[in-house]
């Protein structure tokens, strides 16, 4: 088996193009969808909203807190998409105790591009990520100039509902909005 490093440091023994991936983590979920893995992603977080297609098809295995080991067990994972911030230690390395498990830690735009060369590596589908991380590198390169142009503002971001959850003033938040001709990403 392929030995890889995650983002954590981490050495993770990974099968040739994984068949059955679990994503704890939302926004890559969304990464996993944009890589066209569809029939390969067998388990996401209740959290995991899109895409809808995948909310309403995929098992949920629980939150991104609250994960549900008999489910994730009864999946038989080769490979389980984690990441430092959102997912509990403690789940995480239970489950890299029986499971291949690859954890991000994502904290600004170049973490976030890793991230995106990371999956593709591991899931087969490098030439995409590339693509989707040249494409990201390339429309935050165009927000240089504006940016420079305008005063910094105080701003609230949302990021749930039900409870409220904003982000705090240190978090790297980067957005996917997939459109029909061309997957737009923005930094909040």
Not at 145 to 173: M, R
Request: aromatic share 8%.
């Amino acid at each position: 088996m392929p030995l890889y490093t995650d983002q954590c440091g981490r050495s993770v023994s990974i099968t040739n193009s994984p068949q059955r991936i679990i994503s704890l983590v939302p926004s890559q979920t969304e990464l996993l969808y944009d890589l066209g893995l569809d029939d390969r992603v067998a388990g996401i977080t209740k959290f995991c909203i899109h895409p809808n297609e995948w909310f309403r098809s995929k098992t949920r295995i629980g939150g991104t807190k609250t994960i549900k080991m008999d489910i994730i067990h009864h999946l038989q994972p080769d490979l389980i998409i984690a990441n430092k911030e959102e997912n509990v230690r403690e789940q995480v390395e239970e489950l890299a105790n029986k499971y291949p498990v690859w954890v991000s830690d994502v904290n600004n735009l170049e973490d976030a591009l890793e991230m995106i060369a990371g999956i593709g590596k591991i899931t087969s589908t490098y030439e995409k990520a590339e693509d989707i991380a040249r494409t990201i590198r390339n429309k935050f390169d165009a927000l240089t100039p504006i940016l420079q142009l305008t005063a910094p503002n105080s701003t609230c971001y949302l990021i749930w509902k039900d409870p409220y959850i904003t982000v705090g003033g240190n978090t790297f938040i980067m957005t996917c909005f997939s459109t029909p001709d061309s997957l737009t990403y923005s930094q909040r």
